[in-house]
T-cell receptor, first 115, second 115 residues
Framework: DAGVTQSPTHLIKTRGQHVTLRCSPISGHKSVSWYQQVLGQGPQFIFQYYEKEERGRGNFPDRFSARQFPNYSSELNVNALLLGDSALYLC??????????????FGAGTRLSVL | DQQVKQNSPSLSVQEGRISILNCDYT??????FLWYKKYPAEGPTFLISISSIKDKNEDGRFTVFLNKSAKHLSLHIVPSQPGDSAVYFC??????????????FGQGTTLQVKP
């Protein structure tokens, strides 16, 4: 089975631009979470979606938004990019309601560089 | 406020010896703890987990110990192998609604296992 897939793998944008990152969860997983990891730090929670509804939001500005589609894939959108948005963006999927509900499985991430 | 802390940025051990990675937390409401391993250019890979109602979980060479009174957990790797060299993240799960929740990560510890 395929794991969590993210696209693109790398992205270079300039300040003020908009970016869309994409994620496909593990087959059968209905929950998708997004994390931001800056160099030298652990991943920081941005959003969680379950059954196409936002179920949690971290301490990020409104420039960050996300959505989940009927096939459980997800997009993370960031508007008005700032230099500080440069980071590795990680998507994780999980299967709430099962014995492994608390385990989140991560994709390889999208490396975003804002110039 | 760093709710999950890994106070050792790096650890170096000899092949065959034990590696002990430590993690402290502040929130007594965390219900599940996980360890992830991360190689460069890859996403975090789930390693082992423990429920807050247990004090030990073992999986092959990996054992996680939880001391709730001290709000401390540790990951033991025995014997350590060069392929274990990676960044290790401790994460705590906090419950949301409807079986959803988020992970709060520590800053990571870089483990180097020398041949």
């Amino acid at each position: 089975d395929a794991g969590v897939t993210q696209s693109p793998t790398h992205l270079i944008k300039t300040r003020g631009q908009h970016v869309t990152l994409r994620c496909s969860p593990i087959s059968g997983h209905k929950s998708v979470s997004w994390y931001q990891q800056v160099l030298g730090q652990g991943p920081q929670f941005i959003f969680q979606y379950y059954e196409k509804e936002e179920r949690g939001r971290g301490n990020f500005p409104d420039r960050f938004s996300a959505r989940q589609f009927p096939n459980y894939s997800s997009e993370l959108n960031v508007n008005a990019l700032l230099l500080g948005d440069s980071a590795l963006y990680l998507c994780a999927s999980s299967s709430p309601g099962t014995g492994t509900k608390n385990i989140q499985y991560f994709g390889a991430g999208t490396r975003l560089s804002v110039l | 406020d760093q709710q999950v802390k890994q106070n050792s940025p790096s650890l170096s051990v000899q092949e065959g010896r034990i590696s002990i990675l430590n993690c402290d937390y502040t929130n007594s409401m965390f219900d599940y703890f996980l360890w992830y391993k991360k190689y460069p250019a890859e996403g975090p890979t789930f390693l082992i987990s423990i429920s807050s109602i247990k004090d030990k979980n073992e999986d092959g060479r990996f054992t996680v110990f939880l001391n709730k009174s001290a709000k401390h957990l540790s990951l033991h790797i025995v014997p350590s192998q060069p392929g274990d060299s990676a960044v290790y993240f401790c994460a705590a799960h906090t419950h949301g609604s409807s079986n959803t929740g988020k992970l709060i990560f520590g800053q990571g510890t870089t483990l180097q296992v020398k041949p």
